[in-house]
């Protein structure tokens, strides 16, 4: 059982900057491929960027150039760092993990654990 804990959501400026953190409970983190992914009311669960055991990445084409994920396993904490945020950015931000191999990380099916969410308002 993992249990996920974010914070560093807000309001901010279009163009300005977030980072979210994810805390992990447990001692496997390390083994966990972490994603986050973002809603907004009324729409489906969309994805946002993943992180690897190996540490590789990818995102969705909405946020590449203007979004990083990164994790420290010493830490059991995964970030999003955000720049140039935009107004349609706006959402409740959520990480997810799995620690089992998928072929579809990009899913929100595809992950067994899921944080609160913490919301991310950027204004015009």
């Known amino acids: 059982q993992v249990q996920l804990v974010e914070s560093g959501g807000g309001l901010v400026q279009a163009g300005g900057s977030l980072r979210l953190s994810c805390a992990a409970s447990?001692?496997?983190?390390?083994?966990?491929?972490m994603g986050w992914f973002r809603q907004t009311a009324g729409k489906e669960r969309e994805f946002v960027a993943f992180?690897?055991?190996?540490?590789?990445?990818d995102y969705a084409d909405s946020v590449k150039g203007r979004f990083t994920i990164s994790r420290d396993n010493a830490k059991n904490t995964v970030y999003l760092q955000m720049n140039s945020l935009k107004p349609e950015d706006t959402a409740v931000y959520y990480c997810?993990?799995?620690?089992?191999?998928?072929?579809?990380?990009?899913?929100?099916?595809?992950?067994?654990?899921w944080g609160q969410g913490t919301q991310v308002t950027v204004s015009s």
């Open positions: 992180i690897r055991r190996s540490g590789s990445t």
């Open positions: 997810a993990a799995r620690q089992t191999y998928s072929s579809a990380y990009t899913l929100f099916s595809e992950y067994d654990y």
């Open positions: 447990g001692r496997t983190f390390s083994s966990y491929v």
